[in-house]
């Protein structure tokens, strides 16, 4: 897709309420989406993470399997994945050339064109399975053309995008239940009970803590091993690379998907299970490096983190594993849109020094605002703005542990230039 495309089909600026306009480019090209068997995925937080371990159990069950999420950290081939290998540039932009007069007479969003794009993708190579992410909210989600999918999942739902989503829970878990389809099975993750009361009153849903759960954790600073339990089985000792107690939740909703598909006809046994969570790698969630820059070697610890339950569920994961001990630096950006004020004084409290660093997104909140709002809780000599990750890299001291947190972009931005 070329840099022109993206100036005409912005992923902000075109996103209005509906789904006629993708609905009927879709119809003008055959209905791709019609031709996949789907689980679909919404949620505040750990959608993708949920996603990836999914696509893991189906992948190593011998299934050839879909992925789509968003949004990138790298390249955006990375959103549009068949058995976790990304689409090529050389298909995708042959893909994005030839429909482009077609999505531009329907007027479609920048998420909606790539949207259609990973559908059409998807049925061409005739996958078993695919395992697709909303993008934001449910009801109104470019993916939820998607008319009979065999799981809907929500996996959180906290307060987020309230210009969009509504400004409580029960309005967001409506917008987010809106995925929800008849005849489909629906899994809850660990959800707030004024979001289940939604849920449930659309559909009789299977919850974790109820019908399935994770128990019995233990932690290593790569890794992560727990039991699983739901009412027809039990699984000792399921390891999984990703880090957190919420990762647990994921990992278990996965398991319970898995255990549902069985009942559709597919066959994931015991060891596509292992092998697919043991597998599964998430970039940019409570993701430790090593970084070697010029004469320096230091521990990079990057997490995309960007709201209250994500960042609350990263401090809680860093102090789990005694990150917590001393002052950290923290590398830091984050949108406009987000609270940001409550996010800065959680990161101040274990910070020793704040260096932000400039991002390429016109949603990013400016330097002088976060100084300021930094300023309330660290001293104004320990926060630097710089515009590079040159810059960034040149104020760390060797053998420190650093954390960037805030945005994805961020991450982006820091795994485009050690990768």
């Avoid at 430790?288 to 070697?297: C, L």
């Amino acid at each position: 897709m070329t840099n022109n495309i993206f100036e005409i089909l912005e992923e902000y600026k075109g996103m209005t309420l509906g789904l006629s306009r993708i609905g009927g480019f879709l119809e003008s090209i055959g209905n791709p989406q019609n031709k996949l068997k789907v689980i679909h995925i919404a949620g505040t937080n750990g959608k993708g993470s949920t996603a990836s371990f999914i696509s893991g159990i189906c992948k190593a069950g011998g299934y050839k399997t879909a992925l789509y999420t968003s949004p990138h950290l790298v390249n955006i081939t990375e959103r549009i994945k068949v058995n976790d290998v990304e689409v090529s540039r050389k298909i995708f932009d042959n893909l994005s050339k030839n429909y482009l007069t077609n999505a531009l007479k329907y007027r479609l969003s920048y998420f909606e064109y790539l949207t259609s794009l990973a559908f059409i993708y998807f049925a061409d190579l005739k996958v078993d399975i695919a395992v697709v992410e909303t993008g934001l909210g449910g009801s109104f989600d470019a993916t939820n053309v998607i008319e009979k999918p065999l799981i809907c999942i929500i996996t959180s739902v906290s307060k987020e995008h309230q210009e969009i989503l509504g400004t409580s829970i029960k309005e967001i878990a409506f917008e987010k239940a809106g995925i929800i389809k008849k005849k489909s099975y629906v899994i809850c993750g660990k959800l707030p009970p004024k979001a289940i009361s939604i849920v449930e009153g659309k559909a009789t849903p299977y919850l974790y803590g109820r019908d399935f759960r994770s128990m019995n954790s233990k932690y290593g600073e790569y890794g992560q091993k727990f039991d699983y339990l739901s009412t027809d089985i039990s699984l000792a000792d399921v390891g999984v690379q990703l880090l957190g107690d919420h990762q647990l939740v994921n990992a278990s909703v996965a398991i319970f998907a898995a255990e549902l598909l069985n009942k559709k006809g597919y066959y994931l046994n015991e060891v596509s299970i292992r092998t697919g969570l043991s597998s599964t790698i998430w970039r940019g969630r409570f993701d430790i490096r090593k970084v070697v820059w010029r004469s320096k070697i230091f521990k990079l610890i990057m997490d995309g983190a960007h709201n209250i339950e994500s960042i609350n569920a990263f401090f809680r994961t860093f102090e789990q594993l005694g990150f917590s001990r001393k002052k950290r630096v923290f590398i830091f950006a984050i949108m406009k849109e987000k609270k940001y004020e409550y996010i800065i004084k959680k990161i101040a409290f274990f910070a020793k020094r704040i260096i932000l660093l400039k991002v390429n997104n016109n949603r990013t909140l400016s330097h002088d605002i976060l100084k300021k709002e930094f300023s309330k809780y660290v001293e104004h000599n320990k926060v630097f703005a710089v515009d590079s990750v040159e810059d960034v890299f040149d104020k760390i001291d060797s053998n420190e542990v650093v954390v960037a947190v805030g945005s994805l972009y961020l991450i982006g931005e820091l795994l485009k230039y050690i990768e």
